[in-house]
DNA sequence: TTGTACGCGTTATCAA
DNA sequence: TTGATAACGCGTACAA
């Protein structure tokens, strides 16, 4: 008798019980504890362990929960999808946010249980049974890129899902008015601030928001008469938003403005800014996509885009919900407005700003 | 027929069935898109996707892995356990891990489905189905709180688990010398810093890996007898640290040296700390721990404790990877040395520090 | 003290 | 074109 470790398929009770000579049933009832309210015998009790042990026998969890939840409350699985490459601070909004909602009292009789799927950019195409419901119940993706998008428009997810940040018109979508944040950037830098140099940060991978706001801030420049510079870093990381502002300035780049459309990018890009002797916002105004909670503790404080009171996780999570319970049958496009934050980052004429 | 929306049990596909008047078999063919082959009428595929969009049926996903996947290759699901009321970076660090380990060439003929799980501070014991192998074939726990451990060391968990940042004798744990990184973070502050009036800040739950680390500092301060003050902030975020700094400052409450056990408070207290006119390192040298990807990106680069070369989630994946497998049967404890990283804010030497 | 038989909800196969 | 039936792996009531 292999044990699990070298065995392909995966053991089952029955395998266990011809192995050792016992029922399954007694097998069974010692791996949960129910050996005292059985009567089973003490060695017997031992040798079973002991003999799992040996073989690395795990249960097979979607029998067992078959046949154990099947009277309880009513279950849903779900997934929240998000692409690997991707620094995922989203994920944790989305794990706050399921955890929240699901408390909530009109779910009081349903249980949710949450899965992460992670998937390589660009590659969901060679991912299995995401298009039909043989994986989980409903899902929230998140972080897609173009190709991602591309597979999804292409094909049909048969069962309830949730676009968070991009917006596919086959299914149902959260996202923020992405362009008009670009727009309301590129104003902020070139009205407030009377950039005339502006530079847009961006990463080497464009998602449907990111290219969204770029696109927003290099038409409100164009409009404008104005050029704008783009520094495209190597990643998402702080590191790659420093290493290209770095190189962009030895290059003997102009800059005078920096918007920058992922956050991580942005506090690279502060140091880079301030290593190469110039003042935020005096010699460069900064502001950046994605209002988190060290915005206001970066020194200056740094401009950004929130999202008001609204917040985007729960909105989609709760949506997601709506959806598995069967109320709604209608696509929802929800489109959260993006509001600027602007702190010291952007601030020229020396006001001192409301807190 | 009440839709799944009024009903409290969850529908299966007999009900369906009945309702309609069709056999659970032709349903389950038009779900999942084998019409086709099976030769079912245009108008009964219509018929079966309305009526399930009306009763809004969701299959349940166990009964389906248990008849699709049993010839696959051997899956197992796994949890990341985690207390919801600490930001979650450790989270993150994990799910990519258990991208990374999985993709390994000796686990390729195992699959591994990710869960997250949550709970509250303090409240594992009011979750079921986490002490026997119900839920899940194995999980890795972290940010688990005093009462939390306690109830693991009373109880008994019955499959493969590996504790992260905490040591429970019973289980196999990861952990770092946190009572190294207090001493040492202590030392850096007295020694190097010359520090007088040295203060720890702290999130006000405790679990074991900070408790631990302010222990050390504190005895190591004690030998030196040198008084060291404690801050404690009223949560985990940036905000809580700047408050708690701001107060402390405000009342007219000492300090020439800040040990930060938590990274995001120290976020929080840098900025408090220059708001008060106080210049980092020369007035307040700043250390903390957790070597996270914006500590060099901090102005002054702040200093901190890192990991070396040994990614510790990946250490805790592939430890429960190998237990799942039912190779060790020995408990293991790792503990991985937590190395000093420092930056400006603990350089009064004014050297220039080696990048 | 242990084994037998059944059913959980689904899908694949075969029969009608 | 559709329905009946068996089987997936496990837990439990009941029989032995």
Redesign the pocket.
């Known amino acids: 008798m292999p044990n699990q470790k070298d065995c392909n ?9 011809r192995s050792i ?9 010692v ?2 504890n ?2 005292k309210k ?8 031992e040798r079973v362990k002991t003999q799992a042990r040996k073989l690395g ?4 969890m ?3 929960k ?3 939840h ?2 309880k409350l009513c279950s849903f699985d779900i997934a929240i999808v998000t692409c690997i490459e991707v620094p995922i601070q989203f994920t944790l909004g989305l794990i706050h946010a399921v955890e929240k909602i699901a408390s909530m009292e009109k779910y009081k009789n349903y249980e949710f249980s949450t899965q992460i799927v992670t998937y390589h950019a660009n590659k969901m195409s060679e991912m299995t049974g995401m298009l039909d ?2 994986r989980f119940n409903g899902a929230i993706m998140t972080n897609t890129m173009p190709q991602d998008d591309k597979y999804f428009m292409d094909n049909e997810i048969s069962y309830p899902v949730v676009f968070l940040g991009r917006y596919l018109p086959k299914y149902n979508c959260v996202t923020v008015d992405v362009n008009m944040a670009g727009k309301m950037a590129a104003d902020v830098l070139l009205v407030n601030c009377r950039c005339t140099n502006p530079v847009v940060l961006v990463p080497n991978m464009l998602t449907q928001a990111t290219s969204g706001r770029l696109e927003g801030f290099q038409k409100e420049c164009e409009w404008r008469n104005i050029e704008c510079k783009i520094i495209e870093a190597k990643g998402f990381l702080e590191q790659d938003g420093y290493n290209a502002v770095m190189e962009y300035i030895a290059k003997g780049g102009k800059i005078d403005g920096l918007y920058s459309i992922f956050e991580t990018l942005a506090v690279g890009a502060y140091h880079a800014i301030k290593q190469n002797g110039l003042i935020i916002p005096k010699d460069v105004a900064v502001i950046e996509t994605g209002e988190t909670s060290i915005c206001q503790f970066m020194d200056p404080p740094m401009s950004s885009f929130g999202l008001s009171e609204v917040n985007m996780y729960e909105v989609a999570v709760e949506l997601l919900f709506d959806q598995l319970l069967g109320s709604n049958e209608r696509i929802v496009n929800r489109i959260l407005p993006s509001i600027p934050v602007l702190r010291e980052s952007t601030n020229r004429t020396g006001e001192t700003l409301k807190k």
Not at 23 to 28: C, K, L, M, Q
Not at 38 to 45: E, F, L, Q
């Open positions: 398929k995966k053991m089952t009770i029955s395998e266990f019980s000579g016992l029922s399954a049933a007694t097998i069974s009832s791996l949960n129910q050996h059985r009567g089973i015998a003490p060695d017997t009790v026998y795990r249960p097979n979607a029998a067992k078959l046949r154990t099947s009277d419901e043989s």
